[in-house]
């Protein structure tokens, strides 16, 4: 399972508009495997910059690496499902997040660890965020050749080829079963034949996001 090893606050960037620091945790500071998913985050978002939908990355600080993002003051997709939503704004979040997925897969990133804590809010407008093991470039992946992942992602959003031999699991049908996990939570009883069949086991056996998103009622 993805472990929560960032530290998040609220700050000020060099201009004085309100923005997220994230940065490790003290305690897991000096993990190599946790830097470079930090680093790996910046990276990512680099190659994103200017991607709607995409949490936008401000600045980078070194000495402790530092992430200044945009910040979402409307929170995230799990505290608004906590609190519900009225089926108006849960089709408009699903449509929303097909779109950035498949723009970040347009652009060659494969999100990996889709769920709703991960899908954050700048006013009503949605933004995917926490890309520290995104797989990209040429051959995609998330870290530097000769790191290993045994198991990465948070199930039961986390398709299940992600629990094992991570490391070489960068297809996007790993982020169609993400979207289908986050779209039943969304659509509940609403959910169609395709957004059930995006949940199978069997990565082949998934639709693209493409077919999810004309299934949406």
């Not at 490790?24 to 830097?35: G, I, T």
């Not at 939503?85 to 097909?98: D, V």
């Not at 031999?165 to 779209?183: E, F, I, K």
Request: aromatic content about 4%; charged content about 25%; overall charge negative.
């Amino acid at each position: 399972m993805t472990q929560a090893t960032s530290l998040i606050t609220r700050g000020m960037d060099a201009r004085g508009n309100p923005c997220a620091f994230k940065q490790l945790r003290p305690e897991d500071a000096m993990r190599e495997d946790f830097a470079l998913r930090l680093q790996n985050e910046a990276d990512v978002l680099l190659h994103l910059a200017g991607t709607p939908g995409v949490i936008r990355l401000l600045e980078v600080r070194q000495a402790p690496l530092t992430l200044l993002l945009e910040f979402a003051d409307g929170g995230s997709l799990h505290d608004r499902l906590r609190g519900g939503l009225s089926l108006g704004n849960r089709k408009r979040i699903a449509s929303e997040l097909l779109a950035v997925v498949a723009a970040c897969h347009a652009r060659g990133v494969t999100h990996r660890d889709i769920k709703p804590s991960n899908l954050l809010f700048v006013g009503d407008a949605l933004r995917l965020a926490d890309f520290g093991i995104a797989a990209w470039g040429d051959p995609p992946r998330a870290l530097p050749d000769g790191w290993q992942e045994d198991e990465v992602g948070t199930p039961p959003w986390s398709a299940p080829e992600l629990r094992k031999n991570a490391t070489g699991v960068v297809s996007p049908a790993v982020d169609v079963y993400g979207v289908a996990m986050t779209l039943a939570a969304l659509l509940g009883d609403a959910a169609s034949d395709a957004i059930i069949a995006a949940r199978s086991d069997d990565p082949r056996r998934r639709p693209s996001l493409e077919e999810l998103g004309r299934s949406l009622p």
